[in-house]
């Protein structure tokens, strides 16, 4: 059974329709890049995933649950979308780190409101737990630091750690190197490359043509608000089948 299954989804902002019938679905363990052109609809469809947006129409089941019809009636309050967003962790290109906390408390945030809200609080587990993932990240000695003390590379690292401290089913990266020099982008980009080696299950959406193609398993090239090409990522780069998915690559590589 797939772990994410995306079926028909549809969002428009005023009279823009930004996602036109989009369906996908991934394996647990799975990294899928989605690639395309500004405009073409990718971070709105993270946004939709992660219920940060609303999708006007269609379906999105994670392990057969069904988070979202559009066709059925649902709680749309606040505690059932927090309940969903559990099922996925946002890394976004921004990092959005909370600057009055350290980078360790910016990964306990989540886990301590979560364990409050449930009554079953364990802040010597969540930080036990967050001391790892920033070990993980390579940054146990930028534990005590803030993100203005941190580089840009180590602000999104921390970000990553964040994201992972809920066990999330999903990551999800949004352009996770774009606000980043060239020299930094290479760091986060080892450590997505970890991740998947660890088949930790990812959708990435990036501009990293040549890291998209290594790291992950199925690519997803969007246009204009569509899903105009998908396959096994070295199939979709090395051999695309449709004309602008050629054009896209080329232009790129030149």
Same mark, same amino acid.
């Given at each position: 059974?797939?772990?994410?299954?995306?079926?028909?989804?549809?969002?428009?902002?005023?009279?823009?329709?930004?996602?036109?019938?989009?369906?996908?679905?991934?394996?647990?363990?799975?990294?899928?890049?989605?690639?395309?052109?500004?405009?073409?609809?990718?971070?709105? =469809?993270?946004?939709?995933?992660?219920? =940060?947006?609303?999708?006007?129409?269609?379906?999105?089941?994670?392990?057969?649950?069904? =988070?979202?019809?559009?066709?059925?009636?649902?709680?749309?309050?606040?505690?059932?979308?927090?309940?969903?967003?559990?099922?996925?962790?946002?890394?976004?290109?921004?990092?959005?780190?909370?600057?009055?906390?350290?980078?360790?408390?910016?990964?306990?945030?989540?886990?301590?409101?979560?364990?409050?809200?449930?009554?079953?609080?364990?802040?010597?587990?969540?930080?036990?737990?967050?001391?790892?993932?920033?070990?993980?990240?390579?940054?146990?000695?930028?534990?005590?630091?803030?993100?203005?003390?941190?580089?840009?590379?180590?602000?999104?690292?921390?970000?990553?750690?964040?994201?992972?401290?809920?066990?999330?089913?999903?990551?999800?990266?949004?352009?996770?190197?774009?606000?980043?020099?060239?020299?930094?982008?290479?760091?986060?980009?080892?450590?997505?490359?970890?991740?998947?080696?660890?088949?930790?299950?990812?959708?990435?959406?990036?501009?990293?043509?040549?890291?998209?193609?290594?790291?992950?398993?199925?690519?997803?090239?969007?246009?204009?608000?569509?899903?105009?090409?998908?396959?096994?990522?070295?199939?979709?780069?090395?051999?695309?089948?449709?004309?602008?998915?050629?054009?896209?690559?080329?232009?790129?590589?030149?």
């Amino acid at each position: 059974m797939s772990i994410l299954e995306v079926r028909n989804i549809r969002k428009s902002f005023e009279h823009t329709e930004v996602l036109k019938d989009i369906s996908f679905s991934m394996e647990q363990g799975q990294a899928v890049s989605i690639i395309g052109s500004s405009g073409s609809g990718k971070t709105t =469809l993270l946004r939709c995933l992660n219920f =940060l947006e609303t999708p006007d129409e269609g379906i999105i089941r994670v392990n057969g649950e069904t =988070l979202f019809d559009s066709a059925a009636a649902e709680s749309r309050s606040d505690a059932s979308i927090r309940k969903k967003r559990l099922h996925f962790g946002l890394v976004f290109q921004s990092f959005n780190l909370f600057p009055q906390y350290t980078a360790l408390e910016n990964v306990m945030l989540a886990p301590n409101l979560l364990s409050k809200e449930s009554g079953t609080a364990d802040r010597d587990a969540i930080r036990t737990r967050a001391l790892e993932l920033l070990d993980q990240m390579g940054l146990s000695d930028r534990t005590d630091r803030y993100p203005h003390q941190l580089s840009g590379g180590q602000q999104q690292r921390v970000a990553i750690a964040r994201a992972l401290a809920l066990h999330p089913d999903i990551l999800c990266f949004d352009e996770p190197t774009s606000a980043l020099d060239p020299e930094l982008t290479g760091e986060v980009l080892r450590v997505i490359r970890s991740l998947a080696e660890q088949k930790t299950t990812m959708i990435i959406v990036t501009h990293e043509m040549s890291f998209a193609r290594d790291v992950s398993d199925f690519a997803i090239f969007m246009d204009g608000g569509i899903i105009l090409e998908q396959g096994p990522s070295t199939e979709l780069f090395d051999n695309p089948k449709m004309e602008r998915t050629k054009q896209f690559l080329s232009a790129l590589q030149s």
